[in-house]
């Protein structure tokens, strides 16, 4: 193993993530050396192929911000033939009383969000990572260990050694990385499930995204295949001991078992894809920055997927690490600067944290005083301007008062 090239910034873990990450820094750091360190090989030549396993039959609900930095990133005109616009939205609790339907008036006229799936995402991000210049790419191969020093961090990867003023930690929610470097954690085990499958459907969804509380626990439809589309993406929330129960039934049992707890709003459900399972949690590190060491992604928060926030706080994140490094005059890995950038995003983050947390416990909850509020919660947003105005700008991604947080990155 030789000591070899220094660089401004080193990414490690090439998911969702760490992939915009190293795009966003390319386009907002130019003349920065950046190097992203991925243990899977990310140039395989198919979408089945693609060797990560997060990039598998899931699809992520992007905000309408979110799509513009993917614009600006230059991804979104390849991502956009597979992205399927939500213009309206229902809300309802099976059995109780309530309900609430967004739609693109209570945006400005703007779609609410887009879905995309995970392996069209990842090809986009990859195929633009490849053609990216001045960014270096190391995978397959995987960072062993961070010895952070006086003057920026060493990288030991399996192959070769680096060493980076700014170490970005995007190596997912178990975080290896995390752990060598001695970061606690807080957690909170849900002891939920998230099962998730593509389902065809009689009738079109009209770019209708459903969110379903039912005695499982929360059930999204996300609208797949364009303005035609028959085909949603559900995400059904289970508890953890029924979870397998959910994963081995048949076909035609777990069909059956959807369509009770859906109804019939989109007809007939009439076939299931492939069907994975996700344990759920809510995990937060609880230092995000050391000197030249940031945590990002599911690395530093990894929420429940109720609210579609994850991915999103996350770019978020990025576009505001990005401008803050913009400023530096020196060296990237400097602590007052990463403490500014976290000082910057923490209401964000404590926002969305709370939104995902707070609706996965009130609609999970059986408990008559809390079917009530819900029940109450879902008519003030269906009545209240101010109530829904709110409600979807932290959904949209515009929760925090910086109306623009896509600004960092410069529109070609
Ligand atoms: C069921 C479900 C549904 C979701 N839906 C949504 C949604 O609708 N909207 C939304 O905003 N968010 C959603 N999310 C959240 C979203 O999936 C994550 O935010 C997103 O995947 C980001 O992941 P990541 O890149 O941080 O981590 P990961 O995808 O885990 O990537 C980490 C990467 O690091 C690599 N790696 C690990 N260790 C090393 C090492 N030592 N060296 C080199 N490489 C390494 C791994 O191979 C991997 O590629 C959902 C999550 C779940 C579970």
Known sequence: MTTTSRYDIAIVGGGLMGAALALLFCKTLP????????QKSLESASDDALAQPNFDARSTALAPTSAVSLQRLGVWPALAAHATAIRRVQVSDRGHLGWVRLDTDSNGGEPLGYVVENRAFARALIDALLACEGLELKTPDQVQRLIPGRDGVRLQLTTQELSAELVVIADG????????????????????????????????HAETAFERFTHHGPLAFL????????????????PEDQAAEAMAISDAEF???????????????????????YALRLCLAREQVRSGIVLMGNAAHFLHPVAGQGYNLALR?????AEVLQRAA?????????????????????NTVRLSDG??????????????????????????????????????????????????????
């Open 255 to 277: 069909l059956a078992r959807l369509q009770t707890e859906f109804g019939y709003r989109l007809g007939q459900l009439q076939q299931v894809g492939e069907r994975q399972s």
């Open 330 to 350: 020196g060296n990237l890995g400097e602590l007052d600067l990463l403490q500014e950038y976290e000082r910057l995003q923490v209401t964000d983050q404590r």
């Open 31 to 38: 003349g920065r050396r950046i190097v992203l360190i991925e």
């Open 359 to 412: 609706f996965n416990e009130l609609f999970r909850a059986h408990e008559p005083h809390w079917i009530l509020l819900r029940s109450l919660g879902m008519i003030g947003v269906e009545w209240s301007t101010t109530v829904r105005d709110t409600f979807i700008r932290q959904l949209a991604g515009r929760g925090t008062r910086r109306a623009n947080p896509w600004g960092v990155i410069r529109s070609d």
């Open 173 to 204: 929610a178990d975080s290896p990385l995390r752990h060598q470097l001695g970061i606690a954690e807080f957690n909170k085990d849900y002891r939920q499930s998230a099962v998730i499958a593509n389902v065809r459907h009689q009738q079109g």
């Open 223 to 238: 609208p797949l295949g364009g303005v035609q589309g028959r085909t949603s993406a559900v995400v059904w929330t289970w």
């Open 317 to 321: 994140d990025g576009l505001r690490l």
